[in-house]
Every structure is written in structure tokens, then in C-alpha cells.
Nanobody
Framework: QVQLVESGGGLVQAGGSLRLSCAAS????????MGWYRQASGEQRELVAS?????STNYADSVKGRFTISRDNAKVTLQMNSLKPEDTAVYYC???????????????WGQGTQVTVSS
């Protein structure tokens, strides 16, 4: 099985910064991409940022220029600057890949970490 452990959430004032980290462990055969999603109260989960094995990145329009995603092997980091109250949500780490050569590609999720931005 694949385990994802997140850290770095918390409470910050608007304009501040936070850094989220996620480390993957367990049976990992291959990784297509890793990323971060978020879900605000009463809203659907949405992509924040992702990075492929080749280094290609994708950001939600709402975070472009403020957030930066990076990856080192099975660890992914999200640097969040100039935070806004609307960034408040539970942030989930995602790994898209295969746990074994006999398994297909699927999504794996962390338990989520709360980010709260006060105005």
C-alpha cells in the first residue's frame, strides 16, 4: 500500500506564508505525478497544483504567482505565499501512480491538513 503523510498546515494571517510537505512511502512501483488538492467547507475538492515525474507543473488560476510546487523523489512540497482568506481549506496530498507492476494507475490520498487564513 501507498501512504502519504502531510505536514505544515496551520493558521496564518492574510499575506503570510505556509509550506506544506508530503512524503510518500510504502509499495510504490511508479509515480506519474504528485500534487495538492483542497476542499473548502461546502465546496468540491479542487486541484491546487501538480507536478509530473518529468517536472511539468500545473496550477489553478487562483494560485498562480503565489504558490510553488516542487518535488524530490517521493516528497512533494507546496510553498504558499501571499495567502488570502479564500485559500482556507483542507489541503490533500495526491499521488498518481502504481503500487505494483500488476496494478493500474490510480490516485492515492493523504489524510488532509487544515490551512486557515485569517483576514
Amino acid at each position: 500500500q501507498v501512504q502519504l503523510v502531510e505536514s505544515g498546515g496551520g493558521l496564518v494571517q492574510a499575506g503570510g506564508s505556509l509550506r506544506l510537505s508530503c512524503a510518500a512511502s510504502g509499495s510504490i512501483f511508479s509515480i506519474n505525478a504528485m500534487g495538492w488538492y483542497r476542499q473548502a467547507s461546502g465546496e468540491q475538492r479542487e486541484l491546487v497544483a501538480s507536478i509530473t515525474t518529468g517536472g511539468s507543473t500545473n496550477y489553478a488560476d487562483s494560485v498562480k504567482g503565489r504558490f510553488t510546487i516542487s518535488r524530490d523523489n517521493a516528497k512533494v512540497t507546496l510553498q504558499m505565499n501571499s495567502l488570502k482568506p479564500e485559500d482556507t481549506a483542507v489541503y490533500y496530498c495526491n499521488l498518481r501512480g502504481r503500487a505494483s507492476s500488476i496494478f493500474g494507475v490510480r490516485d492515492y490520498w493523504g489524510q488532509g491538513t487544515q490551512v486557515t487564513v485569517s483576514s
